[in-house]
């Protein structure tokens, strides 16, 4: 076996893990290729399928973890594949540095409940900026007395940022919960100057 310095090793690596996802696109063998992302709210795992985005992870989440839900959920032909994903990390980054106010790539709602699905859907209707209550979100998809569901189709949003879960407060003008933790919450309402 030949030596080789750790740097080399590492790009020859990533050179070859390049080569396998991209041959196993062309074979229609890839299920869901990833990607991870930094941003000001920390490492974002980014992972979708031949339809779309399907899935976007925070950290605390656990990345692994969450990986292996989609293989048990989705299937397990999962691969490091970050062209797959060139455009959500630009439009994420576009929208980190505030050059972007909403986002257009396709996205795969098959991690979502039909009822969740519709409020996801409904999230990027809340402008940029602005927040709405859980009621109020209720009240916009035809349920006003779902505030509680509505609650949980955040909670459970698999799209967080692109899906802008984060501009949904409670009631009382609270932050409610979010998947990123309540951290993340405040950054991307201070970055969106949300009111």
């Given at each position: 076996?030949?030596?080789?310095?750790?740097?080399?090793?590492?790009?020859?690596?990533?050179?070859?893990?390049?080569?396998?996802?991209?041959?196993?696109?062309?074979?229609?063998?890839?299920?869901?290729?990833?990607?991870?992302?930094?941003?000001?709210?920390g490492s974002l795992l980014?992972?979708?399928?031949?339809?779309?985005?399907?899935?976007?992870?925070?950290?605390?989440?656990?990345?692994?973890?969450?990986?292996?839900d989609l293989a048990t959920?989705?299937?397990?032909?999962?691969?490091?594949?970050?062209?797959?994903?060139?455009?959500?990390?630009?439009?994420?980054?576009?929208y980190f540095s505030g050059?972007?106010?909403?986002?257009?790539?396709?996205?795969?709602?098959?991690?979502?409940?039909?009822?969740?699905?519709?409020?996801?859907?409904?999230?990027?209707?809340?402008?940029?900026?602005?927040?709405?209550?859980?009621?109020?979100?209720?009240?916009?998809?035809?349920?006003?007395?779902?505030?509680?569901?509505?609650?949980?189709?955040?909670?459970?949003?698999?799209?967080?940022?692109?899906?802008?879960?984060?501009?949904?407060?409670?009631?009382?003008?609270?932050?409610?919960?979010?998947?990123?933790?309540?951290?993340?919450?405040?950054?991307?309402?201070?970055?969106?100057?949300?009111?």
């Amino acid at each position: 076996m030949t030596w080789l310095p750790p740097q080399t090793e590492a790009t020859t690596l990533e050179r070859l893990r390049g080569r396998l996802a991209a041959e196993a696109e062309r074979a229609d063998l890839l299920g869901i290729g990833y990607r991870t992302v930094d941003t000001p709210v920390g490492s974002l795992l980014l992972a979708a399928t031949e339809r779309g985005l399907i899935r976007v992870a925070f950290a605390r989440e656990d990345h692994d973890a969450v990986l292996e839900d989609l293989a048990t959920r989705i299937g397990p032909r999962i691969l490091h594949a970050p062209a797959r994903l060139d455009a959500v990390a630009t439009q994420l980054e576009e929208y980190f540095s505030g050059t972007r106010t909403g986002f257009s790539v396709p996205l795969d709602h098959t991690l979502s409940t039909p009822f969740r699905r519709i409020v996801q859907e409904f999230l990027p209707h809340i402008g940029y900026g602005h927040t709405l209550t859980y009621r109020e979100v209720a009240g916009r998809v035809g349920n006003p007395r779902a505030m509680r569901a509505v609650g949980s189709a955040c909670a459970t949003n698999p799209l967080p940022i692109v899906l802008p879960c984060h501009r949904v407060l409670r009631t009382d003008g609270g932050l409610g919960g979010y998947i990123g933790g309540l951290e993340a919450k405040t950054a991307l309402l201070e970055l969106e100057h949300a009111r």
